[in-house]
C-alpha cells in the first residue's frame, strides 16, 4: 500500500501519493469553501499537512477518508481565520469558449452562485458532511469515521442540510416552474 510506504519513509511512495490525490483535495476544498483563492490554498496546506503529517495515518482507517478528514480540518480552520479577517471575496469570472452560448454560461453563473449562497447558509458541519456523501460519495460511516461522530448524527447532519437547501432553493424552483 502506498501510504504505508510513505508513512514508512519512502519518498517517492509520497510523492506519488500526493500525486494521485491533488485532483480530489482540489474539488473538496473547492466545494467546502465558496471562494476559489481560498479553495486552492487550502488545497495547497492540505497537501502540505499530508506530506507532514504522514506519519500520524495509524491504517485504521482508510487513507482516503483519513485525507478527507485531513482536507475538511484544513477548510475549516482557513475559514475561521478567513471569517477573523472579514472581507468579502471577489467572484471569479470564469472566460467563456468560443462554444458556449452566452446566455448558458450566464445561466450557468447564475446557479453556481445560488448554490454557493445556499451551501453557505448551512452549518459548517452539515456543508462537510453533504459535500463528503453527495460530491465524494462517501457513505455514512466513512464520513463518521473522518469527522469523529456517530452514524447517526452524520446522518442527522445529512438531513437537516439537505432540508435547508430545499428551502433555501424552493424558491427559485416554483419561480422557474419546476
Request: charged fraction near 30%; aromatic fraction near 2%.
Amino acid at each position: 500500500m502506498l501510504a504505508v510506504r510513505a508513512k514508512d519513509g519512502d519518498g517517492r511512495a509520497l510523492e506519488a501519493l500526493v500525486e494521485r490525490h491533488a485532483p480530489g483535495v482540489r474539488r473538496l476544498t473547492a466545494y467546502l469553501l465558496s471562494d476559489t483563492q481560498d479553495a486552492e490554498d487550502a488545497a495547497q496546506e492540505a497537501l502540505a499537512k499530508l506530506c507532514t503529517r504522514i506519519g500520524q495515518f495509524r491504517g485504521e482507517a482508510r487513507f482516503q477518508t483519513w485525507l478527507h478528514s485531513l482536507v475538511a480540518n484544513t477548510c475549516r480552520d482557513l475559514a475561521v481565520r478567513q471569517r477573523r479577517r472579514r472581507h468579502q471575496p471577489l467572484e471569479a469570472v470564469p472566460e467563456a469558449s468560443a462554444a458556449e452560448v452566452p446566455e448558458d454560461v450566464a445561466v450557468q453563473r447564475e446557479q453556481r452562485a445560488e448554490l454557493r449562497a445556499c451551501m453557505a447558509t448551512l452549518s459548517d458541519v452539515q456543508r462537510r458532511v453533504l459535500v463528503m456523501k453527495d460530491v465524494l460519495s462517501l457513505s455514512y460511516e466513512q464520513i463518521a469515521e473522518a469527522m469523529e461522530m456517530p452514524v447517526g448524527t452524520v446522518k442527522c447532519h445529512a438531513h437537516r442540510g439537505r432540508l435547508r437547501m430545499r428551502d433555501a432553493l424552493a424558491p427559485g424552483l416554483v419561480a422557474a416552474g419546476q
